[in-house]
């Protein structure tokens, strides 16, 4: 970590922090702040842009979970935002994502795209055509919201995962 954590519970100045602090608790509920959370509560107005954009981004859209998990995923692993990667991973095999297809998102090989999924990989055409995506607009730097997120993560190094790799099981 390259900035120190801040204390939980975190101290708040005003009420306005309070209810910042709040906000967060109620959104990761019933599991505490996480350690993305005691880093971005150094400034509590960024941390509510925060809640609220990613927030809506999780919870707010029409993607399918195993499609919107195998996106953050796949911009984790090209990223190498472990922590990531060890938060939605489960997530995604939680949501169907076949252990053959979490090992084809954890490669970290640029994907080529080709007609339908490759052969053995588990994954559906949507789920193959959805990493291909997420790995060209990660690795031609065109930011999105989970590569806002892992560059975040991997430059402040929250939850001490660089250089670790995917060592989350699915």
């Given at each position: 970590?390259?900035?120190?954590?801040?204390?939980?519970?975190p101290?708040?100045?005003?009420?306005e922090?309070?209810?910042i602090i709040?906000?967060?608790r109620?959104?990761?509920?019933?599991?505490?702040?996480?350690?993305l959370?005691?880093?971005?509560?150094h400034?509590?107005?960024?941390?509510?842009?925060?809640?609220?954009f990613?927030?809506?981004?999780?919870t707010?859209?029409?993607?399918p979970a195993?499609?919107r998990?195998?996106a953050?995923?796949?911009?984790?692993?090209?990223n190498r935002?472990w922590?990531e990667?060890m938060?939605?991973?489960?997530?995604?095999s939680?949501?169907?994502?076949?252990p053959?297809?979490?090992?084809?998102?954890?490669?970290?090989?640029?994907?080529v795209l080709?007609?339908?999924?490759p052969?053995?990989?588990g994954?559906t055409?949507?789920q193959w055509?959805?990493?291909?995506?997420a790995d060209?607009?990660?690795?031609?730097?065109?930011i999105?919201c989970?590569n806002c997120?892992?560059?975040?993560?991997?430059?402040?190094?929250?939850?001490?995962?660089?250089?670790?790799?995917?060592?989350?099981?699915?």
């Amino acid at each position: 970590m390259r900035l120190p954590y801040v204390t939980d519970p975190p101290p708040a100045a005003t009420p306005e922090e309070e209810a910042i602090i709040d906000a967060v608790r109620a959104r990761r509920a019933p599991r505490p702040l996480q350690p993305l959370d005691l880093t971005l509560l150094h400034s509590p107005p960024v941390t509510l842009g925060w809640n609220h954009f990613l927030s809506a981004i999780r919870t707010q859209t029409t993607l399918p979970a195993d499609i919107r998990e195998l996106a953050i995923c796949r911009v984790a692993v090209v990223n190498r935002a472990w922590y990531e990667w060890m938060h939605h991973a489960p997530l995604a095999s939680a949501a169907g994502v076949t252990p053959a297809g979490m090992d084809v998102c954890k490669d970290p090989a640029p994907l080529v795209l080709e007609a339908g999924s490759p052969e053995g990989s588990g994954l559906t055409e949507k789920q193959w055509l959805v990493l291909c995506y997420a790995d060209e607009m990660t690795r031609s730097v065109e930011i999105a919201c989970y590569n806002c997120v892992s560059r975040f993560l991997v430059a402040l190094d929250i939850g001490e995962k660089n250089g670790t790799g995917p060592d989350v099981a699915h």
